[in-house]
């Protein structure tokens, strides 16, 4: 018997619509999974957009007050996309009012942010579940599965890239994304959570590490209303980006691999370059998000000029049979978050996490705060998780 599962979600920008969406889609996809979302409530404090929301999507009720949320009796689950200065907070009353959360990454400013709400969590007992939705990538949890394997050897370095233009343009408006005390951190958080968490998720835990970080744009423009995505501003009046534009940092893991991670949002020429290469002692796994149904593997016992196949990944490797019947059928962004809301409500169901939680956020707030301190310091430092 199927169970409706009440939901809300807090904050409708672009990742509020993402979530909205993947929930209409589960049944689609998993129809054997017992607990169909209902949307009860959307809260958004920009007039207007709740009720365009409720309108499109068929929410019940419209809020301008996320508090109300946690208040409401029908609300089982709530999907967390507000800016990450409001993540502890909503993080935490939502737990603490008995409600399981998908909330986004990073999960607040700084790793005592990301505990905070992984200890409202446990202590209430609700499931809690992370948009590190790279992860559920197919061809990503094959890689992962090949590296566990031994097939390419002991792993020996890894290198993972994040490169956008996103923040590229010089009138690209002063939203909060820039701010210290709205955003925390700037490209740390929005894509370098994402690398260290997807270096992790392959290799394991990063022992320590060494980060340098640059501001390429130093001011921008403050936008005159409300904002969703990456807004640009002409012609305002400019205010200083308080965080950082790119980072590039060493890591050592505690398996004894070297690493690099580089992340930058001004990237021109760079549209969503995501990816990782991992080298092990026989062979090599190569991965690219613009091509996310593919994977570069190079496995045998020639070592040297031993040549890389592009593997097609199918049916057989992660969520991809509940999207396409064979290989080479494509799967896109929208599909991995589709994979984290079945993952976040079969942790409901069941009781037990599946997918990234809220220790999988702290892990990667607490390379985040290492970076931080190492970029100021100029020293190697070990990564406090």
């Known amino acids: ?4 599962l009440g939901v809300a979600v807090i904050g409708f920008g672009w990742m509020g619509r993402v979530h909205t969406q993947a929930y209409a889609r589960l049944p689609h996809h998993y129809p054997r999974l017992p607990l169909r979302p209902r949307l009860v409530t959307v809260a958004e404090d920009v007039p207007g957009r709740a009720e365009e929301a409720a309108a499109q999507f068929g929410f019940a009720d419209t809020t301008r007050d996320w508090r109300a949320v946690a208040a409401d009796p029908r609300v089982r689950a709530v999907s ?3 800016p990450n200065f409001l993540h502890r907070e909503i993080g935490v009353a939502m737990a603490e009012a008995g409600k399981h959360i998908w909330i986004e990454k990073p999960v607040g400013l700084t790793v005592a942010d990301a505990q905070a709400v992984a200890d409202a969590v446990a202590k209430a007992g609700v499931q809690g579940a992370v948009g590190f ?3 559920n990538a197919p061809a990503v949890e094959a890689a992962r599965d090949l590296i566990a394997s031994g097939e390419i050897g002991t792993v020996t370095h890894v290198r993972v890239r994040l490169f956008s233009d996103y923040a590229a343009h010089p009138e690209g408006a002063l ?3 820039y701010e210290k005390e709205r955003g925390g951190s700037g490209v740390l958080g929005d894509l370098a959570s994402h690398g260290a968490d997807l270096a992790r998720h392959l290799l394991g835990d990063i022992a320590s590490l060494t980060a340098d970080t640059a501001v390429f744009i130093p001011e921008r423009a403050r936008p005159t209303g409300a904002t969703a995505g990456h807004t640009r501003a002409a012609g305002g009046e400019l205010g200083p980006v308080e965080n950082e534009d790119y980072v590039n940092c060493l890591l050592r893991f505690a398996s004894g691999a070297r690493g690099v991670l580089e992340a930058c949002r001004v990237s021109v020429g760079e549209q969503n370059n995501y990816g990782f290469e991992v080298h092990g002692t026989k062979g090599a796994v190569f991965w ?10 190079s496995r045998g016992t020639t070592y040297q000029d031993q040549p890389v196949s592009t593997v097609y990944v199918g049916p057989g490797a992660g969520e991809f ?3 396409q019947p064979g290989a080479a059928n494509a799967m896109g962004y929208d599909d ?3 994979i984290e809301a079945y993952r976040f409500l079969r942790s409901v169901a069941e009781g037990t996490p599946h ?6 956020a702290v892990h990667s707030a607490a390379a985040l705060d290492a970076m931080v301190r190492s970029a100021q310091s100029g020293a190697w430092v070990t990564v406090d998780a």
């Not at 690219?288 to 593997?297: H, I, S, W, Y």
């Not at 997918?355 to 999988?360: E, H, M, S, V």
């Open 80 to 82: 967390i996309t507000a």
């Open 133 to 135: 939705n790279y992860r």
């Open 336 to 338: 991995l978050k589709v």
């Open 355 to 360: 997918g990234a939680t809220l220790q999988d």
């Open 321 to 323: 049979g509940a999207f």
């Open 288 to 297: 690219d998000f613009r091509r996310m149904n593919e994977l570069g593997v």
């Open 1 to 4: 018997m199927v169970e409706s």
């Open 175 to 177: 939203t909060w994304r």
